[in-house]
Antibody, heavy 117, light 110 residues
Framework: EVQLVESGGGLAQPGGSLRLSCAAS????????MHWVRQAPGKGLVWVSR????????GYADSVKGRFTVSRDNAKDTLYLQMNSLRAEDTAVYYC??????????WGQGTRVTVSS | QSALTQPPSASGSPGQSVTISCTGT?????????VSWYQQHPGKAPKLMIS???KRPSGVPDRFSGSKSGNTASLTVSGLQAEDEADYYC??????????FGTGTKVTVL
């Protein structure tokens, strides 16, 4: 079964950092581009970041560029999102997802990040 | 990186059809045939319903169909069923490893 499981969410102070992880199983992780998408409470989906199969190419939403870094460890079948200089507006559920033909499928269950003092 | 524009809500009676629009620009929707659609029920993760404008992943009912004309993509749900009541989001590739989502549409089955 193809599965993505996020972890690492929690409470962080403004200006603080968190690292999210996404453990993949049930498919050949090394052959898929991967994404992070977030959803603030009661709001819509917002694309955050994308990373190539081998980690050599990345893309970021303007709202997180320079603060967030996506990476992957293909030996561990794990995707990461390092989030620095956190702001209140980064509060959201963060989902990881696999890209197939420019669509995202499947999605993980999400991990909740709250930025508050 | 502006969000794609969707109507906030749409509705229809069981058995009817509903169409949701997704308007972007010549830099995203109009530039690439990489529009996808997602269904999200409350408290659940999104589910891919359509990719590459009109392709249905395995397991998605053929009541769901997608199309595109110029800078606007559309999702049509035919033969509405109670379980189709959900939020729907479009997404498009925008070049340079950037993606963008739509503002979301809440579909109500009357």
């Amino acid at each position: 079964e193809v599965q993505l499981v996020e972890s690492g969410g929690g409470l962080a102070q403004p200006g603080g950092s968190l690292r999210l992880s996404c453990a993949a199983s049930g498919f050949t992780f090394t052959t898929y581009w991967m994404h992070w998408v977030r959803q603030a409470p009661g709001k819509g989906l917002v694309w955050v970041s994308r990373i190539k199969t081998d980690g050599t190419a990345t893309g970021y939403a303007d709202s997180v560029k320079g603060r967030f870094t996506v990476s992957r460890d293909n030996a561990k079948d794990t995707l990461y999102l390092q989030m620095n200089s956190l702001r209140a507006e980064d509060t959201a559920v963060y989902y990881c997802a696999r890209e197939i033909r420019a669509g995202l499928d499947p999605w993980g269950q999400g991990t909740r990040v709250t930025v508050s003092s | 990186q502006s969000a794609l524009t969707q109507p906030p809500s749409a509705s229809g009676s069981p058995g009817q059809s509903v169409t949701i629009s997704c308007t972007g620009t010549s830099s995203d929707v109009g530039a690439y045939n990489y529009v996808s659609w997602y269904q999200q029920h409350p408290g659940k993760a999104p589910k891919l319903m359509i990719s590459e404008v009109s392709k249905r992943p395995s397991g998605v009912p053929d009541r769901f169909s997608g199309s595109k004309s110029g800078n606007t993509a559309s999702l049509t749900v035919s033969g509405l069923q109670a379980e189709d009541e959900a939020d729907y989001y479009c997404s498009s590739y925008a070049g340079s490893n950037i993606f963008v989502f739509g503002t979301g549409t809440k579909v109500t089955v009357l």
